[in-house]
């Protein structure tokens, strides 16, 4: 268990012997747009990036924390509990993109009527307590085929942490899962009764149907841009680039080519809301 | 020279070997301490209540290469007698390279030609037994029993063709017809080499990832009670190799027990492979004899 960490320690250790090279850690939400970006810099700029997803949003917070790398990826904002742990490092949250859940299920169930869901009921078919549609509304019975997102994924995540709070408190449950947009597109638009959580983008209306979520006093808010936008649309994360301090230098040129439309083209492309689709 | 250099190769293969289940057994301790034999024999997989038991996905891993075993045997058999006792010798090797490429093709293109096709073929052909979607266990083993094919048919007809023609001379000689000759000399003759070519089968269907990955459904935790029951067939499941091709193996990485517990999956899936690998290899070594 030991050999692997020092392994990997080693790994970063060794670049910091040539200069200028930009290394950056974090989420894998963020890591997909950011890799393409770091490949074309390496090819048009002859930039030397390391870009690597060690722990998530929390491996970017504490390597950028412990100054091992000058960019960190985070789709959650730095917690006041990470600022304290690193009270020398000043976090500059750089906001590239927004990823939005939509809850999505198949065409003959969005025939049979269910456009929308509460939280409430959410819970209750993720815990099983609910397993056909007719007890959510639909006009007739057909059983629910829940496709999870597999955990660790960031999907996943927000979904979790949407409907219980805090991911970890999520209870474990034995559901056939699914990786990949595209898994989880093709597999719910091909099975009846199906429900999944899909990054909203990906949710195209023909195939696969985004549910609006209902609150409690009755108000459907469905994931459409504005709502995202306006965040009346509860399962939405934004997806941070994170340096200490301003960036200067290659940080500077990373960062500017991710808010460059070119680099705004790549957040879109992996299935994220541009600035420009935030109103920024 | 030569043979101090093929000891000395023959040395690093094997301590290449040792070294590996050696790094699989110390990374995996941590779950065997915290479950002991639970780890093999427990039903439920909870990784945040740290609760590791592989039964099911060891029942998952067995069931899809049966399932593919069963249906791929008799039509390999079939067609490798095609191949080696009727095909002239010319049409023969054209076949059988076709059909080792058939072999080499990625396995993600299968898994991708199990979902274009498989998934929705199965979900509909099953429709009245009720399957919730068509990532089934069924599916898995039928996309496999096409994967190992080749594997089957090619080795069988090697088996075939091992067996000495003034055999079959002598057969047709004693007034024999083809048929029976087929059935009573060259099968008998090459019971052991075909017991071979099953088994590498059965270790290529054992240790398939990304295939079965794609149309399995990875579902945990599910093992029926009658373990030959069909419906349980037409369920997701998970197999050990679908679990450590998921996300889970990230989760994993710095918790030392969960790792154990992936590390440990990967000892299982070595273990039965290397088995099975060997008794293949041990069995038709013996038919030379």
């Given at each position: 268990m030991k050999i692997l960490p020092s392994l990997l320690a080693l790994l970063v250790v060794t670049p910091t012997l040539f200069a200028e090279t930009l290394k950056i850690n974090g989420s894998t939400t963020v890591n997909l747009p950011a890799a393409e970006a770091a490949e074309i810099l390496r090819v048009e700029q002859k930039m030397d990036i390391q870009i690597d997803t060690q722990g998530g949003s929390s491996g970017g917070i504490s390597m950028?924390?412990?100054?091992?790398?000058?960019?960190?990826?985070?789709?959650?904002?730095?917690?006041?509990?990470?600022?304290?742990?690193?009270?020398?490092?000043?976090?500059?949250?750089?906001?590239?993109?927004?990823?939005?859940?939509?809850?999505?299920?198949?065409?003959?169930?969005?025939?049979?009527?269910?456009?929308?869901?509460?939280?409430?009921?959410?819970?209750?078919?993720?815990?099983?307590?609910?397993?056909?549609?007719?007890?959510?509304?639909?006009?007739?019975?057909?059983?629910?085929?829940?496709?999870?997102?597999?955990?660790?994924?960031?999907?996943?995540?927000?979904?979790?942490?949407?409907?219980?709070?805090?991911?970890?408190?999520?209870?474990?449950?034995?559901?056939?899962?699914v990786g990949g947009n595209e898994e989880t597109r093709n597999k719910v638009s091909s099975t009846r009764g199906a429900l999944s959580q899909l990054s909203s983008s990906w949710a195209?209306?023909?195939?696969?149907?985004?549910?609006?979520?209902?609150?409690?006093?009755?108000?459907?808010?469905?994931?459409?841009?504005?709502?995202?936008?306006?965040k009346s649309y509860p399962l939405s994360r934004p997806l941070f680039l994170l340096t200490n301090g301003e960036p200067t230098g290659a940080a500077r040129t990373f960062v500017d080519f991710m808010l460059s439309d070119r680099g705004q083209e790549l957040v879109k492309k992996h299935g994220y809301m541009r600035l420009k689709d935030l109103g920024k | 020279m030569t043979r101090a250099l093929s000891w000395f190769f023959s040395f690093v293969a094997l301590g290449a070997v040792t070294l590996l289940v050696g790094?699989?057994?110390?990374?995996?301790?941590?779950?065997?301490?915290?479950e002991g034999w639970h780890y093999i024999?427990?039903?439920?997989?909870?990784?945040?209540?740290?609760?590791?038991?592989?039964?099911?996905?060891?029942?998952?891993?067995?069931?899809v290469a049966l399932i593919a075993l069963v249906l791929a045997a008799p039509l390999?058999?079939?067609?490798?007698?095609?191949?080696?006792?009727?095909?002239?010798?010319?049409?023969?090797?054209?076949?059988?390279?076709?059909?080792?490429?058939?072999?080499?093709?990625?396995?993600?293109?299968?898994?991708?030609?199990?979902?274009?096709?498989?998934?929705?073929?199965?979900?509909?052909?099953?429709?009245?037994?009720?399957?919730?979607?068509?990532?089934?266990?069924?599916?898995?083993?039928?996309?496999?029993?096409?994967?190992?094919?080749?594997?089957?048919?090619?080795?069988?007809?090697?088996?075939?063709?091992?067996?000495?023609?003034?055999?079959?001379?002598?057969?047709?000689?004693?007034?024999?017809?083809?048929?029976?000759?087929v059935l009573s000399i060259a099968l008998p003759q090459a019971k052991r080499g075909l017991g071979a070519a099953l088994l590498l089968a059965l270790g290529r269907a054992l240790g398939e990832t990304i295939a079965v990955f794609l149309v399995v459904g990875r579902q945990d935790n599910n093992?029926?009670?009658?373990?030959?029951?069909?419906?349980?067939?037409?369920?997701?499941?998970?197999?050990?190799?679908?679990?450590?091709?998921?996300?889970?193996?990230?989760?994993?990485?710095?918790?030392?027990?969960?790792?154990?517990?992936?590390?440990?999956?990967?000892?299982?899936?070595?273990?039965m492979t290397g088995t099975v690998t060997l008794l293949g290899t041990g069995f038709g070594k013996r038919s030379d004899a």
């Open positions: 950028l924390g412990d100054g091992l790398i000058q960019i960190g990826m985070a789709s959650k904002p730095v917690s006041d509990d990470d600022r304290a742990k690193f009270p020398k490092v000043k976090f500059d949250e750089i906001h590239v993109g927004q990823d939005a859940v939509a809850i999505i299920v198949s065409k003959d169930v969005w025939d049979s009527g269910v456009h929308a869901l509460t939280k409430q009921q959410i819970q209750e078919i993720y815990e099983s307590k609910i397993t056909n549609w007719k007890d959510v509304g639909a006009k007739k019975s057909i059983r629910i085929a829940f496709f999870n997102k597999e955990p660790g994924r960031g999907t996943w995540e927000v979904f979790a942490h949407w409907v219980y709070g805090d991911p970890k408190k999520a209870p474990q449950v034995s559901f056939p899962e195209d209306g023909k195939k696969v149907f985004a549910l609006g979520i209902k609150g409690d006093d009755g108000k459907v808010v469905d994931p459409t841009n504005e709502n995202i936008a306006n | 790094v699989f057994v110390w990374q995996s301790l941590p779950v065997w301490h915290h024999t427990g039903t439920k997989w909870f990784f945040r209540q740290k609760e590791f038991g592989t039964l099911p996905m060891i029942y998952g891993t067995v069931i390999g058999f079939g067609a490798a007698i095609f191949t080696a006792e009727y095909l002239p010798r010319r049409v023969r090797l054209a076949v059988k390279v076709l059909i080792e490429l058939l072999a080499g093709v990625p396995s993600v293109v299968y898994g991708l030609l199990g979902i274009l096709l498989l998934r929705d073929w199965i979900y509909n052909l099953f429709e009245k037994f009720e399957p919730l979607s068509g990532d089934t266990l069924l599916t898995a083993g039928v996309l496999l029993a096409v994967m190992i094919l080749p594997t089957i048919v090619t080795l069988s007809d090697d088996a075939l063709r091992g067996v000495s023609s003034a055999q079959r001379r002598a057969a047709r000689g004693l007034g024999l017809t083809h048929a029976e000759t093992l029926p009670e009658h373990v030959f029951s069909l419906r349980a067939w037409l369920d997701a499941g998970q197999t050990i190799t679908s679990k450590l091709g998921g996300s889970e193996t990230n989760i994993a990485y710095g918790d030392h027990v969960h790792w154990g517990a992936m590390v440990g999956l990967a000892l299982l899936l070595l273990i």
